[in-house]
């Protein structure tokens, strides 16, 4: 099933018209850095030493907290991460989950010209997670 990819803005339409949840799948400290408001965390990988290191729980951690219907949107830093979470949690079952091209800082279109992500279209950024939404309270 191909992903379906929308827009900063489509994602933050969805969101407050649709009953999506956003689910940021950048590391810990890039979420910390600033994420879109409302957002939680679920790394796809985790930053190590020496790069990113995939995160074996990250399905596990989204069936826990996810039923398998729920409306998803996922985002990264430029699109390329939630792109391929996208891909995994359909192919694991999720139904409805979409890929918010650009990520949070900004990336390449479909036609590969370079697209203002969440935080330069003036989205609600947060520096905080709300309760239960950071991947420390997620994954416990």
Request: proline content about 9%.
């Amino acid at each position: 099933m191909p992903v379906k990819r929308v827009s900063p803005d489509e994602a933050r339409r969805m969101m407050d018209e649709d009953g999506y949840v956003y689910v940021d799948v950048r590391s810990v400290p890039e979420f910390d850095g600033g994420h879109p408001a409302g957002s939680y965390n679920v790394p796809l990988a985790h930053a190590g030493p020496r790069g990113m290191v995939p995160n074996p729980d990250f399905v596990a951690v989204m069936k826990r907290h996810f039923p398998l219907g729920t409306r998803i949107v996922v985002g990264c830093r430029s699109g390329g991460r939630s792109l391929q979470a996208a891909a995994l949690l359909l192919s694991s079952g999720y139904t409805d989950v979409v890929d918010q091209r650009a990520g949070f800082e900004g990336g390449p279109d479909d036609l590969g010209r370079m697209e203002p992500g969440w935080r330069h279209r003036a989205l609600p950024v947060a520096q905080q997670p709300l309760a239960g939404r950071s991947y420390a309270d997620l994954e416990a």
